[in-house]
Nanobody
């Protein structure tokens, strides 16, 4: 099993910045993809940004140019730098990882979520 622990959420004014962190632990052979999703009240969970072990990134159109996803493979960690935050960014942010726990078996894992609230 793989566990994901997030930190860094909070309350910020519009235009401000926050940095989310997530570290994976447990039976990890290799993490192939890692990043962030979010879920606002009354809405479905949506992709925010992910980064593969090969450094390919995928961003939601709504966050391009404002958010940056990065990884520290040695620490099994992923970060999300969020700048120019908008009230529409208010949501619970979930860390995500697709990881192999042995040489042939993989699964998707989720953190507990961290609240980000942006006031206008």
């Amino acid at each position: 099993q793989v566990q994901l622990a997030e930190s860094g959420g909070g309350l910020v004014q519009a235009g401000g910045s926050l940095r989310l962190s997530c570290t994976a632990s447990g039976s990890i052979f290799m993490i192939v993809d890692m990043g962030w999703y979010r879920q606002a009240p009354g809405k479905q969970r949506e992709l925010v940004a992910t980064r593969t072990s090969g450094h390919s990134t995928n961003y939601a159109d709504s966050v391009k140019g404002r958010f940056t996803v990065s990884r520290d493979n040695a620490k099994n960690a992923v970060y999300l730098q969020m700048n120019s935050l908008e009230p529409e960014d208010t949501a619970i942010y979930y860390c995500y990882a697709r990881a192999y726990y042995d040489t042939t078996h993989w699964d998707d894992y989720w953190g507990q979520g961290t609240q980000v609230t942006v006031s206008s």
